[in-house]
C-alpha cells in the first residue's frame, strides 16, 4: 500500500537548518509531483512547496512551487532512484514551527500544488522553532 516516512523533524533556534526526508513507497514515485504541507496546532494544513515528477531543485525551474512566506529559505528536492523528496529549511523562524507532512500531489508549478491524489498521509514530523 501507499506509505510515506516523514523524518528529519526535531526542536531548533531561531535562524537555524533542518533537512527533512520523506521516503515514499506502494506506487511509481518517479511519475508523481511531490509536495510537503504543514500543519499548526489550531491552523489547517498548507501547502509549503510541492515538485514536479521530473523537476531538479533550482529556483529557476517552473515545475517548482513553494510558499511565499518560506521562499529563499526553503529548498525542495528529491532523488528518484531512493523514493525520496527533502525539504532543506534554512532560516527558521518561530512561525515555522509545524507538523511536516509529504503527500503525492495532482501538480506542481510555480504558481500552486495540488491536493494529496493518493488520499494518503504519512505521519508526519514535528518542526519546533524556539526563539
Known amino acids: 500500500q501507499v506509505e510515506f516516512l516523514e523524518s528529519g523533524g526535531e526542536s531548533v533556534q531561531v535562524g537555524g537548518s533542518l533537512r527533512l526526508s520523506c521516503v515514499a513507497s506502494g506506487f511509481s514515485f518517479e511519475h508523481y509531483a511531490m509536495g510537503w504541507f504543514r500543519q499548526a496546532p489550531g491552523k489547517e494544513r498548507q501547502a509549503v512547496s510541492c515538485?514536479?515528477?521530473?523537476?531538479?531543485?533550482?529556483?529557476?525551474?517552473?515545475?517548482?512551487y513553494y510558499l511565499d512566506s518560506v521562499k529563499g529559505r526553503f529548498t525542495i528536492s528529491r532523488d528518484n532512484a531512493k523514493n525520496t523528496v527533502y525539504l532543506q529549511m534554512n532560516g527558521l523562524k518561530p512561525e515555522d514551527t509545524a507538523t511536516y507532512y509529504c503527500?503525492?500531489?495532482?501538480?506542481?508549478?510555480?504558481?500552486?500544488?495540488?491536493?494529496?491524489?493518493?488520499?494518503?498521509w504519512g505521519q508526519g514530523t514535528l518542526v519546533t522553532i524556539s526563539s
Open positions: 515538485i514536479s515528477w521530473r523537476s531538479a531543485s533550482t529556483s529557476s525551474d517552473g515545475n517548482i
Open positions: 503527500a503525492a500531489v495532482a501538480y506542481s508549478n510555480r504558481y500552486s500544488c495540488g491536493e494529496n491524489n493518493l488520499l494518503v
